[in-house]
């Protein structure tokens, strides 16, 4: 594998963490905390392998360019703009709704699961569309 091959890895890790998201909302609302503790646990370590994944990767190509031109480059830069400034906050809001519960703090996990949730798979999905806007779309 090459580094080149680690844009395809945090395409997966992102459409896995947005999976175990979807997984762990329908979990928590059928009652089963248990698995949605997994479940989000899961998600959250498969961010984390993102961020390290998306790290090396930029660290070794460096930013790629979208290729495309007209209305496809506004749609990609505003997908990309709005991607970008809300990843900026899922670490912060993420490690709070995780210390939350693990303090047995439900009342305000819920309140800020609430938030955390819809921006975290926003961040996740989108992830999965830059990558294949730029990696797989043929500009």
């Known amino acids: 594998m090459s580094f080149a091959d680690l844009?395809?890895?945090?395409?997966?890790?992102?459409?896995?963490?947005?999976?175990?998201?979807?997984?762990?909302?329908?979990?928590?609302?059928?009652?089963?905390?248990?698995?949605?503790?997994?479940?989000?646990?899961?998600?959250?370590?498969?961010?984390?392998?993102?961020?390290?994944s998306y790290l090396v990767y930029h660290a070794q190509v460096g930013s790629v360019r979208f290729q495309g031109t007209?209305?496809?480059?506004?749609?990609?830069?505003?997908?990309?703009l709005t991607h970008t400034v809300l990843a900026a906050a899922v670490p912060f809001l993420a490690v709070s709704t995780i210390v939350l519960a693990r303090r047995e703090r439900f009342e305000t996990h819920r309140k800020l699961a609430r938030v955390t949730l819809p921006v975290w798979l926003y961040v996740s999905v989108t992830g999965v569309v830059i990558y294949l806007m730029l990696y797989r779309m043929g500009y």
């Open 7 to 52: 844009a395809t890895v945090n395409a997966v890790l992102n459409g896995t963490s947005a999976a175990l998201l979807v997984a762990g909302f329908l979990l928590i609302r059928s009652g089963r905390r248990d698995a949605h503790r997994r479940a989000m646990t899961a998600a959250f370590a498969c961010s984390i392998l993102f961020l390290v």
């Open 70 to 80: 007209g209305t496809v480059r506004t749609v990609y830069l505003s997908i990309l």
